[in-house]
């Protein structure tokens, strides 16, 4: 069973930065991709970015150039920097785990962190 532990979430300014972690434990051998949605008030649950096994990485057109998502293999652990930050980024962060072959129910979901710009 995987789970997974996200931190790195708080208050900052807009333009700064943050960067999110999300530890995996237990077995991630079927583990194809990892990565964040984001979810705000009034608005659907957004893809943030994943990053697959062969580190092919893919991002939201609204963070494009802001946003890095990178692993870290021996840690069993993801990272999400994000710089440049706008108040439209405030939501809460889920990381997620994608086994492969698996459907949408069967991902693995962090608890969630939040993440809010304002000045």
């Known amino acids: 069973q995987v789970q997974l532990v996200e931190s790195g979430g708080g208050l900052v300014q807009p333009g700064g930065s943050l960067r999110l972690s999300c530890a995996a434990s237990g077995s991630i051998f079927s583990i194809n991709a990892m990565g964040w949605y984001r979810q705000a008030p009034g608005r659907e649950r957004e893809l943030v970015a994943l990053?697959?096994?062969?580190?092919?990485?893919h991002y939201a057109d609204s963070v494009k150039g802001r946003f890095t998502i990178s692993r870290d293999n021996a840690k069993k652990t993801v990272y999400l920097q994000m710089s440049s930050l706008k108040a439209e980024d405030t939501a809460v962060y889920y990381c997620?785990?994608?086994?492969?072959?698996?459907?949408?129910?069967?991902?693995?979901w962090g608890q969630g962190t939040q993440v809010t710009v304002s000045s």
């Open positions: 990053i697959t096994r062969s580190r092919e990485t």
């Open positions: 997620y785990a994608r086994p492969v072959g698996a459907a949408a129910s069967q991902w693995h």
